[in-house]
């Protein structure tokens, strides 16, 4: 600890498939569908080893040899999320404003499922901090968390504690920073919601947030 590197250093092995990198703590899965936590835990269960407080400076293994290994197959900040090759998504660590999904404010110590078998492995990365979007196989979109700026798209700007559709089939890829939020659907549109202040929206306008997404012109969006 406390010995901080200028030159890249190599993680012992050569089967690591995807990786994830968070303010206090890193995560990882190998191709044989493990699953690898290592850092600080500072307080809020980060690494998942059933600990509130725990510091890890080499790779400890979440239990289970079933998590996606693809990438996206995890993503998150100060709580990490994980799915299986089942389709099941699993939530860890921080939880203040219901951003675990699991219908309360607690932060988890250990792996534990939101409801449901049919989200889209292929999620691609989301970075928001306090909020956070997932897709499912059927095409729809849901989310939970922070929603000060209206972010989530639902119309509203109440924090949700467990996830919450928003409306259509056909949503594709999500992307998220902060308090803004981005979707691309199957037709090639591109819409966002959220924060505006400085015009991140990218709707010709600044200073209006938005709460329901709102389409960026154009049919040919790709990511």
């Not at 900040?77 to 299986?84: E, R």
């Not at 939880?95 to 939101?114: A, C, E, M």
């Not at 959220?194 to 969006?221: A, C, F, H, M, Y």
């Amino acid at each position: 600890k406390n010995d901080s590197r200028s030159s890249p250093v190599q993680i012992p092995g050569t089967s690591w498939s995807d990786v994830m990198v968070a303010p206090y703590h890193m995560a990882a899965t190998r191709t044989d569908g493990t699953l690898w936590i290592w850092g600080d835990a500072e307080g809020k269960g980060y690494l998942g080893q059933n600990q509130a407080n725990a510091y890890y400076s080499s790779p400890v293994q979440i239990p289970g040899t079933t998590w996606d290994t693809t990438s996206g197959g995890i993503f998150g900040g100060y709580t990490t999320y994980a799915f299986k090759t089942d389709g099941t998504l699993w939530a860890l660590g921080y939880g203040n404003k219901g951003v675990t999904g699991l219908n309360n404010l607690t932060h988890y110590s250990s792996p534990t499922q939101i409801p449901g078998t049919d989200w889209d492995t292929g999620l691609r990365k989301n970075s928001g901090t306090q909020s956070r979007s997932a897709i499912k196989t059927d095409g729809t979109l849901w989310v939970v968390g922070n929603n000060e700026w209206g972010q989530l798209g639902i119309n509203s700007r109440t924090d949700i504690s467990s996830p919450v559709q928003v409306p259509g089939t056909t949503w594709s890829k999500v992307s998220a920073a902060g308090a803004t939020h981005a979707y691309i659907k199957t037709d090639g549109t591109l819409w966002v919601s959220g924060r505006n202040n400085d015009g991140e929206l990218g709707i010709n306008s600044k200073n209006d947030s938005r709460s329901s997404p709102v389409q960026i012109p154009g049919t040919s969006w790709s990511d």
